[in-house]
């Protein structure tokens, strides 16, 4: 039982290049978000899902896309790199339901350093 | 307008002593869950604490215990018998459930606890 995963940990890109980043999940969880995390701001949410083949926009959605076509992973794309998208990206799951602890805790992944040059 | 708020950047305690840290929120939504997660020097988030907001009671969790006061919003951590390994930083966050499924989350407090 992995958790949460994301791939890769770390990654340098060049201004203008693009990128797909990885989270997969094996809790069978319907929820899934992608948060960024800068310093002094805490995590801002990027994108979220709230079951396959849904996506919704968070708070900082401009200049990413995300897609989940299976339940079980969550991508999020970057189409053109620019240096303000240099953070650390974490993936997040949970039950999504129920009002309680065990509905509604979210389950990270590690996360994956992006700089971008 | 900033949903949560963690007035306190930094903070010391002592090992072994009680610490308190801050979290007010502000919703219009009814039904809510508040949730505290750690964040230590390595990276990854780890969770800590939930309060639904109909609890009628104050959660706890080991040493870990959130203050619930609704009528002012607030839910703050404490900690109690501070251990070195508590050194970290400190998110709290919020999920509306009627309004919206996402999760916000405050922008930290990062904490020190002193030999």
């Known amino acids: 039982n992995a958790g949460v995963t994301q791939t890769p940990k770390f990654r340098v890109l060049k201004t203008g290049q693009s990128m797909t980043l990885l989270c997969a999940q094996d809790?069978?969880?319907?929820?899934m978000y992608w948060y960024r995390q800068d310093p002094g701001m805490g995590l801002r949410l990027i994108h979220y899902?709230?079951?396959?083949?849904?996506?919704a926009k968070g708070e900082v959605p401009d200049g990413y896309n995300v897609s989940r076509l299976k339940k079980q992973n969550f991508l999020l794309g970057l189409e053109s790199a620019a240096p303000s998208q240099t953070s650390v990206y974490f993936c997040?799951?949970?039950?999504?339901?129920?009002?309680?602890?065990?509905?509604?805790?979210?389950?990270f992944g590690p996360g994956t350093r992006l700089l971008v040059l | 307008a900033q949903k949560i708020t963690q007035t306190q950047p930094g903070m010391f305690v002592q090992e072994k002593e009680a610490v308190t840290l801050d979290c007010t929120y502000d919703?219009?939504?009814?039904?809510?869950?508040l949730f505290w997660y750690k964040q230590p020097s390595s990276g990854e988030m780890i969770f800590l604490i939930y309060?639904?907001?109909?609890?009628?009671q104050n959660a706890t969790e080991g040493r870990y215990s959130l203050n619930f006061q609704k009528a002012r919003k607030s839910a703050n951590l404490v900690i109690s018998a501070s251990q070195l390994g508590d050194s970290a930083m400190y998110f709290c966050?919020?999920?509306?459930?009627?309004?919206?499924?996402?999760?916000?989350f405050g922008p930290g407090t990062s904490l020190s606890v002193i030999p």
């Open positions: 997040a799951s949970s039950y999504g339901a129920g009002g309680d602890a065990s509905g509604e805790t979210q389950y």
């Open positions: 809790m069978n969880h319907e929820y």
């Open positions: 899902s709230v079951g396959e083949g849904t996506t």
């Open positions: 919703t219009s939504d009814p039904s809510y869950g």
């Open positions: 309060q639904g907001s109909y609890d009628q």
């Open positions: 966050a919020m999920r509306e459930r009627t309004s919206y499924d996402k999760v916000i």
